[in-house]
């Protein structure tokens, strides 16, 4: 059982925190953009948790995690191939490490949202090379999306089903450098991406987000593509942010994560 945590003093980037439960809404999120969030993960302040439900500890599988409500939610391989917690991993924080055959979080339950959408995934990558999903809402079949690094270190987003976005910027990933990587799929369908709170590019599309019944994983697509790295947190928003929103929550994560905006 999780003891009680104390009731911390709210302040404008942090959320109520629920008594009983791990903090939901910490690392703390503008407040102005706590009404969007589907889904807010971060070993920075351990929302993710061991299957015991207790404090994970360095080189621990993890299959568990608290959401944004403060309810846990089971996200586990089929397989136990599950990521490893890791102390020292992104700027001294700790984060998990996925490698490249069998290892995500998953919950069978998807986010499902059918239409603007915005993510943020701390990570740094171990390798660069092939399709590597960081966060994947969908079925293999087609619905939903995938936010991604691509085979020489692009951006890339797949709307699945419909269209792939794939980023011209080359390099943007590079071999043990952490960024926070941001996309917006927005009401024209066009897809925009962001490093480290800069745009890089926008890319236009056609086609509405099909909804999917597949799975919500974190570092896989239909247990595979699994991407090589560490990963420190995932922020979903069901709309599209302005370039001052993207703005707003990049500051927060470059404080949590001592990654600084260019």
Do not use: C
């Not at 889904?39 to 439900?53: G, M, V």
């Not at 991604?148 to 980023?167: E, R, S």
């Not at 994983?217 to 928003?237: C, P």
């Amino acid at each position: 059982m999780i003891s009680p945590l104390i009731q911390p003093v709210i302040s404008d980037t942090v959320s109520p925190m629920i008594p009983g439960a791990l903090p939901p809404g910490l690392p703390g999120l503008p407040k102005s953009t706590l009404a969007n969030v589907r889904l807010n993960l971060s070993t920075r302040y351990k929302s993710f948790t061991k299957e015991q439900l207790v404090t994970v500890d360095e080189d621990e599988k993890v299959e568990v995690f608290f959401g944004q409500d403060g309810t846990p939610s089971v996200f586990q391989d089929t397989d136990l191939d599950k990521p490893v917690y890791t102390e020292n991993a992104i700027n001294g924080h700790p984060a998990l490490k996925g490698e490249l055959t069998d290892t995500f979080l998953e919950n069978t339950t998807p986010l499902n949202i059918a239409g603007d959408v915005t993510i943020f995934v701390v990570a740094q990558p171990i390798t660069i090379g092939g399709f590597r999903r960081l966060i994947s809402d969908a079925g293999g079949a087609g619905g939903g999306f995938t936010f991604q690094m691509n085979p020489v270190g692009q951006y890339g987003f797949t709307n699945l089903g419909v269209k792939d976005y794939a980023g011209a910027e080359i390099s943007v990933w590079q071999v043990g450098v952490p960024q926070i990587a941001a996309v917006v799929f927005d009401s024209n369908f066009d897809v925009s991406f962001y490093k480290n709170g800069s745009f890089l590019e926008k890319i236009t599309g056609t086609s509405a987000m099909l909804p999917t019944t597949g799975q919500l994983q974190i570092g896989a697509l239909s247990e595979g593509f699994n991407f090589n790295g560490f990963i420190g947190q995932v922020v979903v928003y069901d709309k599209a942010f302005s370039v001052p929103e993207i703005t707003e929550v990049a500051k927060v994560l470059e404080k949590t994560w001592d990654i600084p905006l260019v």
